[in-house]
Every structure is written in C-alpha cells, then in structure tokens.
C-alpha cells in the first residue's frame, strides 16, 4: 500500500529558504506515468498546487510560485523535495504531498498526511 | 490562471440528494477531461472521490457522482450521510501545465 511522508523544519525565517522531503514507501517512485506532486493549504483556507516532479527530474510548476520553487527527486533514497526560496508570512500553510498521475493534471491519487510550516521570526 | 469558481456553502438532510458546482473557463473546466474532486475532512488529507469528470476510484461509494457540461463540473451525492460532511475541491488541469483548484465547498449534512 502506497504511503507518503512530509518532513522538514516546522518554523521558517522571513526570507530563508522553506524545505520539505516527501518520503515515498510501499511502492516505486519510478512509476510511470506518475508524478510527485507538492500541494499547499494556508490555515483555514483552500489548497493549491506548487508543483511536481517525474522520477527523471522533469518539473512543472505553478507559474504564480515558478520564480521561487524548485523540486528534485532523489530515486535512490525514494524522496522527492521541495524548496521555496524568499518565503514570507503568506507561505505559511500545511503543506502536503501526494502523487500525480498525470503531470499537471491530476489526479492526486494518495496524499502524505500533511506538515505544517509557520513563517515567523 | 484564476481559482475554479464553487459555492462556498452546501447543505442536505441525510438521504437527499446535493449538487457542487465548480465553474471554470474555455481554457481549462471547459477544454479538458481532467477534473477531479477531492473530499476533506477538518485536519486530515485530501481524499480522491472523482476523477476525468465522472470515473470514480475504487472504494469510493456510487452515491457520488461527477459530470461536466460546458467550463462547469459538478458533483452530485447521492443519499447524503452524516460522514459526508466535509469540504469540497474541485481541480482541472489549465493550460500551460497547470493545476488549478476550486476555492472549495462545505458541505453540511442536516
């Protein structure tokens, strides 16, 4: 049974770097045709979509974060990560990963269980 | 690319039926099969409930049902329960490798 597991640091300065791993069990993350995706929800709010990654490196980001996102794949370790560089109180939010199963398209089939980070100082 | 358009709030007695609306436009809900709905309940995950319009996941009850007519998709439940009560999402790819969510329905079950 596919899992996924979000880990990271909780707290984030104003204008460092955010960065999550998204730790993949119970299944390949060389799946064709799947992406890994990243989904974020601020508190008490609605879900959007940063991005994801194929287990070739390939991205696709949303193009409201593209100048501050970057995602990689580690398929050796079977992780896949998120880096948001720049961050401010805005990118507070549980953030969540999940596979894609088409690239940018969805479905977001099995979801890690989510992770908060807090942006403050 | 703006969020999909749903009604904030939604409700029914247990047994009736309930219908989501997610509008979107020409360039995404309305050129494209690939519209999912995501069910949420308060503090867990996402879960996948419909997905390419109308295919339902395995596990996921018949009484919920998707369909798509010109830039809006719906969500129908059929036979409301009290477990249904939980938020909404829609979702559709757009274009330029993007996914687009709706801003999200809560659904009350009375």
């Known amino acids: 049974q596919l899992q996924l597991q979000e880990s990271g640091p909780g707290l984030v300065k104003p204008s460092e770097t955010l960065s999550l791993t998204c730790t993949v069990s119970?299944?390949?993350?060389?799946?064709?045709?799947?992406?890994w995706g990243w989904i974020r929800q601020p508190p008490g709010k609605g879900l959007q979509w940063i991005g994801s990654?194929?287990?070739?490196?390939?991205?696709y980001y949303n193009p409201s974060l593209k100048s501050r996102v970057t995602m990689s794949v580690d398929t050796s370790k079977s992780q896949f990560s998120l880096k948001l560089n720049s961050v401010t109180a805005a990118d507070t939010a549980v953030y969540y990963c999940?596979?894609?199963?088409?690239?940018?398209?969805?479905?977001?089939?099995?979801w890690g269980q989510g992770t908060l980070v807090t942006v403050s100082s | 690319q703006s969020a999909l358009t749903q009604p904030p709030s939604a409700s029914g007695s247990p047994g009736q039926s309930v219908t989501i609306s997610c509008t979107g436009t020409?360039?995404?809900?309305?050129?494209?099969?690939?519209v999912s709905w995501y069910q949420q309940h308060p503090g867990k995950a996402p879960k996948l409930m419909i997905f390419e319009v109308s295919k339902r996941p395995s596990g996921v009850p018949d009484r919920f049902s998707g369909s798509k007519s010109g830039n809006t998709a719906s969500l129908t439940v059929y036979g409301l329960q009290a477990e249904d009560e939980a938020s909404y999402y829609c979702?559709?790819?757009?274009?330029?490798?993007?996914?687009?969510f709706g801003g999200g329905t809560k659904l009350t079950v009375l």
């Open positions: 020409s360039s995404d809900v309305g050129a494209y099969n690939y």
């Open positions: 990654v194929y287990y070739t490196g390939s991205t």
């Open positions: 979702t559709s790819y757009a274009s330029s490798n993007n996914l687009i």
């Open positions: 119970g299944g390949s993350i060389n799946s064709s045709p799947y992406n």
């Open positions: 999940a596979r894609e199963r088409i690239a940018a398209a969805g479905p977001l089939d099995c």
